[in-house]
């Protein structure tokens, strides 16, 4: 499997909510910088597993729409628009951010992730 597709299938899969399927997709040395709209974070695996259980508790799904993914070697540059729909009103789907992120790839897993996302 190519890197892309593994990018593409981690953008298709419940990952954000599911902390089962997110490991699967993280290798153990996994590191995220994202400059965010409240600021610089730094993210490692524990991390990221954590911000996934808060995630799964506040929405009953999210949705990735990707309007550009290029790949280079290990190397895959996505941008997308992320979407989800919380508890307390699941049938409306709310636009959370825009993103972009560079993933290096390592092991068929996300290794480190170089991102910047403005709210919607």
């Known amino acids: 499997m190519s890197a892309?597709?593994?990018?593409?299938?981690?953008?298709?899969?419940?990952?954000?909510?599911?902390p089962e399927i997110m490991k699967e997709y993280l290798h153990p040395d996994f590191s995220l910088e994202w400059n965010s709209s409240k600021g610089f974070i730094q993210m490692d695996y524990d991390a990221l597993m954590k911000l996934t259980n808060e995630i799964s508790r506040a929405y009953v799904r999210t949705k990735v729409r990707i309007s550009h993914i290029i790949e280079e070697g290990n190397l895959v540059s996505v941008r997308f628009s992320h979407f989800v729909?919380?508890?307390?009103?699941?049938?409306?789907?709310?636009?959370?951010?825009?993103?972009?992120?560079?993933?290096?790839?390592?092991?068929?897993?996300?290794?480190?992730?170089?991102?910047?996302?403005?709210?919607?």
């Not at 897993?109 to 170089?114: A, D, E, H, P, T």
């Open 4 to 18: 892309k597709e593994i990018v593409k299938n981690f953008y298709k899969s419940d990952a954000f909510i599911n």
């Open 85 to 120: 729909k919380t508890i307390e009103n699941p049938r409306e789907e709310m636009l959370l951010a825009h993103i972009m992120i560079l993933w290096e790839l390592k092991d068929n897993k996300l290794y480190k992730g170089y991102q910047m996302s403005q709210i919607s």
